[in-house]
């Protein structure tokens, strides 16, 4: 028996080549993208890592001084510093060594400085006189100027014992000032025309007014007493007794957080709204602070330092307990002062200066500040909150990731919670029960509902669907307990239709109609019974959480209902038709077979969706605000990388 066999022979040497050329191409293109991920990955770590370097400190340029008396004020701009002596000798001094500027020499010689809470101006008492000046820096060159003219100015109730001084705007200064007729308050302008308020009180140990001259701190003994200035008037807000006296009052920057060091340390104080207005409340004391002999503080961020007579420099900053850097420097300090940036910090001793760098760019930033609850200027407890910018200068940043973790765990599990049984239902319905042509249309239409682009979807959330809800409240809560309702009577009902009603797969076209009336009927009726929602539930804050949990699960339908589907119609159709033939009717075959056989793929589906709804980004941020709340409301999962707002 002859067999016809055609030999074949196939030697294509350039189909080969492309061959090998495809291969190494696609294995150089996943190798690449696997190095761009780790690339990535090292990128971010080299990102966020100074954010955790602990602070330093370096030895900067020490320079000889010509003026040896001792400094009644001494300022540092990061280029030049300046000191006012005892002997009234004003001198801008550059800190790389160069020459120093031409003294001026201020007659008569002052007996105390003090500064504004901006730093920018300092008042002069001359013998009871007063006199402003300003160390200022036009075009490069550094200048002393007199705001209100180069002769001191005396005040009508006599010579100055002690004073304080607040820049109101430019042309604007407010001082108040301890006299032997008690103390006053004067508001002046460019002309030297003063407004006077006087206070009913006739000695003060410290005087202390606030960046905005709006508070003005006064203490006796241990009684510290705050004086509100306003429309012309000072009213006594509130008195405090404090546990010792104090030996210093200092403002941080923004304002409000006041420090005030005593024999126990230094405490910091912040008021907190209640039912008779704003009072001052004792927040911390911070550890290893005793002792210290004078408090720095910086001009543009809400960190101090201290030191004492051994030279022991310590730095703080507001959110931590204690100090975030603690060094040991020659002793002898007499004063020290921060540059506006707080990268340096200038240092005096008798006859010379040290400049110190100061390796300190983010003083808030710590592992506790990021998980644990801090305490924030004003607020009435501590909590977690994030708000990392706002429109005002003296905000304080707030960096705990608990509100977004929170949140976007409470937004992704809500959102599956509403799409989970659309999704599974419809995808069970689909595979196992709709006939062949209806299915052929029902399931690219689903799956077409997944390219709706999220900005859409959160557009339509924010503008369309949020208005809804708040109006119709009470129905959107009450309508998975009237459609599920309804499905069951439909169960019940569909065993009494004609037969040419109860043809397999063709339900859903009775059901829909039925479902979607019942979906109006919900949403309008209480809207006739009531205008107002809030009117039955006024304390129910979560409607951020339920527009953004519905339109999130809306995007994730499609994901879940394709993959679980195709999970569904993957099990082999022997299996089910072997259930079917032994007797079972097509729920339990699909309820005992088919679904544990696609038990893998659905779970994946699930979880596939649920990292779909941690990852949204701008549904989230459109439906909901982008307001971070660990608790009665939302917080965005990727607000990292986005604006807070309030």
Same mark, same amino acid.
Request: with cysteine; net charge positive.
């Given at each position: 028996m002859s067999v016809n066999h055609i030999p074949v022979q196939f030697n294509d040497r350039r189909r080969r080549a492309t061959d090998r050329l495809t291969r190494r191409l696609v294995t150089a293109c996943g190798i690449a993208i696997l190095l761009l991920m780790l690339l990535l990955f090292f990128w971010l770590i080299w990102v966020v890592l100074p954010l955790f370097i602990a602070p330093g400190v370096q030895s900067g340029y020490s320079q000889q001084l010509w003026d040896r008396s001792a400094a009644l004020a001494v300022g540092n701009d990061g280029v030049n510093g300046w000191r006012i002596s005892s002997r009234g000798v004003a001198r801008f001094i550059p800190l790389n060594g160069q020459p120093a500027e031409q003294a001026l020499t201020l007659t008569p010689a002052p007996q105390q400085v003090v500064r504004s809470a901006d730093q920018q101006t300092l008042l002069l008492n001359m013998q009871g006189a007063l006199m402003l000046l300003q160390p200022t820096q036009q075009q490069g060159e550094a200048q002393w100027r007199f705001p209100l003219g180069d002769q001191p100015f005396r005040l009508p109730q006599g010579k100055v014992a002690k004073m304080a001084l607040a820049t109101l705007n430019a042309g604007q200064w407010r001082i108040a000032a301890l006299t032997e007729k008690g103390l006053s308050i004067l508001t002046l302008g460019t002309n030297r025309q003063a407004a006077t308020i006087s206070l009913p009180q006739q000695q003060s140990d410290h005087l202390l007014f606030s960046p905005q001259g709006d508070l003005l701190y006064t203490s006796q003994g241990n009684v510290l007493r705050v004086w509100q200035i306003d429309n012309g008037r000072a009213l006594l807000r509130e008195t405090q007794t404090l546990p010792h006296p104090p030996q210093s009052l200092n403002m941080l920057s923004g304002g409000r957080t006041l420090l005030i060091q005593d024999e126990a340390g230094i405490t910091q104080w912040f008021s907190i709204a209640g039912n008779q207005g704003p009072r001052l409340q004792r927040i911390r004391t911070f550890e290893h602070s005793t002792g210290a002999q004078k408090v720095i503080t910086e001009p543009q961020r809400r960190v101090f330092a201290t030191f004492n007579e051994k030279g022991m420099l310590k730095l703080f900053a507001s959110k931590q307990d204690g100090p975030i850097l603690q060094r040991q420097l020659a002793p002898g300090i007499l004063d020290a002062q921060f540059s506006p940036r707080g990268d340096s910090l200038l240092i005096e001793r008798q006859g010379s200066w040290q400049t110190l760098i100061l390796n300190n760019p983010w003083p808030d930033v710590s592992w506790r500040s990021f998980w644990q609850k801090i305490w924030y200027e004003n607020y009435p407890k501590a909590d977690w909150v994030w708000q =990392?910018?706002?429109?005002?200068?003296?905000?304080?940043?707030? #960096?705990?990731?608990?509100?977004?973790?929170?949140?976007?765990?409470?937004?992704?599990?809500?959102? /599956?919670? &509403?799409?989970?049984?659309? *999704? /599974?239902?419809?995808?069970?319905?689909?595979?196992? #029960?709709? *006939?062949?042509?209806?299915?052929?249309?029902?399931?690219?239409?689903?799956?077409?509902?997944?390219?709706?682009?999220?900005?859409?979807?959160?557009?339509?959330?924010?503008?369309?669907?949020?208005?809804?809800? =708040?109006?119709?409240?009470?129905?959107?809560?009450?309508?998975?307990?009237?459609?599920?309702?309804?499905?069951?009577?439909?169960?019940?009902?569909?065993?009494?239709?004609?037969?040419? +009603?109860?043809?397999?797969?063709?339900?859903?076209?009775?059901?829909?109609?039925?479902?979607?009336?019942?979906?109006?009927?919900?949403?309008?009726?209480?809207?006739?019974?009531?205008?107002?929602?809030?009117? +039955?539930?006024?304390?129910?804050?979560?409607?951020?959480?339920?527009?953004?949990?519905? *339109?999130?699960? #809306?995007?994730?339908?499609?994901?879940? &209902?394709?993959?679980?589907?195709?999970?569904? &119609?993957?099990?082999?159709?022997?299996?089910?038709?072997?259930?079917?033939?032994?007797? *079972?009717?097509?729920?339990?075959?699909?309820?005992?077979?088919?679904?544990?056989?696609a038990s893998a793929g659905i779970f994946a589906a699930l979880m596939i969706g649920f990292g779909r709804a941690v990852g949204e980004t701008m549904i989230l941020l459109m439906a909901t605000g982008n307001t971070p709340q660990s608790e009665g409301g939302y917080s965005a999962a990727c607000a990292l990388c986005q604006p807070t707002l309030r």
């Open positions: =990392s910018t706002t429109a005002g200068d003296s905000y304080q940043a707030k #960096f705990s990731l608990m509100p977004m973790v929170i949140g976007t765990l409470k937004a992704a599990s809500l959102a /599956l919670l &509403f799409a989970t049984p659309l *999704a /599974l239902a419809a995808a069970m319905y689909t595979a196992w #029960f709709m *006939a062949p042509g209806l299915r052929r249309w029902v399931k690219p239409a689903i799956e077409m509902m997944g390219a709706l682009p999220s900005v859409v979807v959160g557009l339509i959330a924010g503008l369309w669907l949020a208005p809804h809800i =708040s109006q119709a409240l009470i129905g959107v809560l009450l309508l998975p307990l009237t459609l599920a309702g309804s499905l069951l009577l439909c169960g019940v009902m569909s065993a009494r239709l004609p037969p040419r +009603w109860r043809q397999p797969g063709r339900e859903v076209l009775l059901l829909l109609p039925i479902l979607l009336g019942v979906t109006l009927l919900t949403l309008w009726l209480p809207g006739v019974m009531m205008r107002d929602a809030g009117d +039955w539930m006024p304390h129910y804050e979560q409607r951020n959480l339920l527009v953004a949990a519905l *339109a999130m699960g #809306f995007a994730l339908v499609p994901l879940i &209902f394709t993959l679980a589907e195709d999970a569904l &119609f993957s099990v082999p159709g022997l299996l089910g038709q072997g259930s079917l033939a032994l007797g *079972a009717t097509p729920w339990q075959t699909l309820t005992r077979v088919i679904l544990p056989g």
